[in-house]
């Protein structure tokens, strides 16, 4: 896969919509807010143009898009925490490829950590659920910093935990969140191309490459693939 010839020696991976399909979780979270205050439900579209800034901003949006009064914010989120917490992992699935391409990338040599805007104890629950955890020595959530991905301190926080510079780290992502953060980080970066882009064609992103699947990963991009 000529990853250990490339300079590359950590990698960065985000979870939703990279790793697992983490959307039907959300859909069966929000609805049973939005139950709870007598608000129809959401459905699969809004959630995958919503997700990817933090449980706040999810909030947020759920509530404008449900026509909600913007003051039910602290009651919304503390019973979408329950309810999340209760559903974690239950309707997502990991995505084909996943455990074929962390394998090949923990092969290679790379440290690998998983970094997400979803909070930190969710995020640690799921990649336990999935059998995900054993790849990842570092794992962050939207929690651990002041500031989330787009801005690029969450990256530069992980790198440093990783002991590796962010040039020779690669991010690994699904959306412009990824994107923006790499570039203002100094990481390259790989889109895969089914994930959650705000609604938007993952082709539209400024990134090194994208894949339709994590194990087709190769460093550099162009290179031709080696199994050795």
């Not at 917490?85 to 090949?104: F, I, K, M, Q, W």
């Not at 787009?150 to 990783?162: G, I, Q, S």
Request: proline letters at 5%.
């Amino acid at each position: 896969m000529r990853l250990q010839a490339s300079g590359l020696k950590a990698a960065i991976v985000d979870l939703d919509g990279t790793m697992v399909d983490t959307v039907g979780d959300f859909v069966v979270a929000l609805s049973a807010v939005l139950a709870g205050f007598a608000l129809p439900a959401v459905d699969r579209a809004f959630v995958e143009r919503t997700v990817g800034k933090g449980s706040e901003h999810l909030i947020r949006s759920t509530l404008a898009h449900s026509g909600a009064d913007a003051g039910l914010y602290e009651a919304a989120l503390a019973s979408y925490q329950r309810h999340y917490r209760a559903v974690n992992g239950l309707h997502s699935t990991v995505y084909p490829g996943v455990v074929e391409g962390l394998d090949r990338l923990a092969s290679a040599g790379l440290r690998l950590a998983c970094l997400t805007n979803k909070p930190t104890a969710f995020a640690r629950a799921l990649l336990q659920d999935k059998g995900l955890m054993r790849y990842f020595g570092v794992v962050f959530g939207g929690d651990a910093f002041e500031r989330r991905k787009p801005d690029p301190l969450p990256l530069l926080n992980t790198c440093e935990a990783l002991g590796c510079a962010p040039a020779s780290t690669l991010m690994v992502g699904d959306s412009s969140n990824d994107a923006l953060a790499a570039r203002a980080a100094g990481c390259p970066v790989v889109l895969v191309s089914y994930g959650y882009n705000h609604g938007r064609p993952v082709a539209e992103v400024d990134a090194d490459a994208t894949v339709d699947r994590l194990d087709e990963i190769v460093w550099p991009p162009g290179a031709r693939p080696s199994r050795a």
